[in-house]
């Protein structure tokens, strides 16, 4: 009944549980500006923005291919195009999340920062990385069924691996490096840094996510075009 706008209120209820419980429970803090419950809302709304593009793709990779098995039968028709088709879809309801924050944005902190505008450019990694997950998870879950799952979990482990719900700097040095191994990672930090500390990303960083992303799309693509070839031997 609600339509589009189950897409605002499904991550608000979240928002509104997560904010309650890492900052008043577990007394998480990024600086003193955003030490109002208000302020950290919104910095942990711009982290799950950018999660939930990745997340909702790589739950719904595993069934992708199997929800249309009538191209692959049926019709000739592209397959490798479906992962794009989610990723709009997921980049749609981001920029729906994404006006509410900024309307939020202007009453709580005032106009933004012109490192805003790195913002769309930061999102090219994440469309990458995205991309080749789902490459790889719609083409082995026509093989093994049983692999939705398994990426439930994995994107629980994600996300709390991912400075979502902290700062990085909150976290141990020797554990930093592990945090890091998450492409995710960067991303978000550069997101925020964007957006609520005036920072613009640094150079080294955005071109190694892109790099790193890129190799992952790659991979994903050319696994997905070796595979697909057997999908209609097992459909």
Same mark, same amino acid.
């Given at each position: 009944m609600l339509g589009v706008l189950w897409s605002l &209120?499904? *991550? /608000?209820?979240?928002?509104?549980?997560?904010?309650?419980?890492f900052s008043q429970v577990f007394k998480a803090r990024w600086s003193v500006e955003i030490s109002s419950p208000s302020a950290f809302a919104l910095v942990l709304f711009s982290g799950l923005i950018a999660f939930n593009v990745f997340a909702e793709n790589f739950n719904a990779a595993p069934r992708m291919v199997l929800q249309h098995t009538?191209?692959?039968?049926?019709? &000739?028709? *592209? /397959?490798?195009v479906l992962p794009w088709v989610g990723l709009c879809v997921g980049?749609?309801?981001?920029?729906?999340?994404?006006?509410?924050l900024g309307l939020f944005y202007l009453v709580v902190v005032g106009i933004p920062s012109i490192t805003v505008l790195y913002i769309p450019v930061i999102m090219l990694p994440l469309c990458l990385c995205t991309l080749g997950a789902v490459w790889v998870l719609s083409s082995v879950g026509v093989f093994l069924r049983d692999l939705q799952h398994g990426t439930a979990i994995v994107t629980t482990i994600l996300m709390f691996l991912?400075?979502?719900?902290y700062p990085l700097s909150a976290v141990?040095?020797?554990m930093q490096k592990i945090i890091f191994l998450n492409p995710l990672t960067p991303i978000?930090?550069?997101?925020?840094?964007?957006?609520?500390?005036n920072t613009a990303p640094r150079p080294e960083v955005l071109l190694g996510s892109v790099v790193v992303s890129w190799c992952i799309a790659a991979v994903g693509y050319w696994w997905f075009m070796r595979t697909k070839k057997g999908f209609a031997d097992v459909v």
């Open positions: &209120v499904t *991550p /608000l209820s979240l928002l509104l549980v997560y904010t309650f419980v009538s191209y692959i039968k049926k019709v &000739v028709f *592209p /397959l490798e980049l749609i309801t981001a920029g729906i999340s994404a006006c509410l991912s400075p979502i719900f141990p040095e020797r978000i930090e550069m997101i925020r840094g964007a957006l609520f500390f």
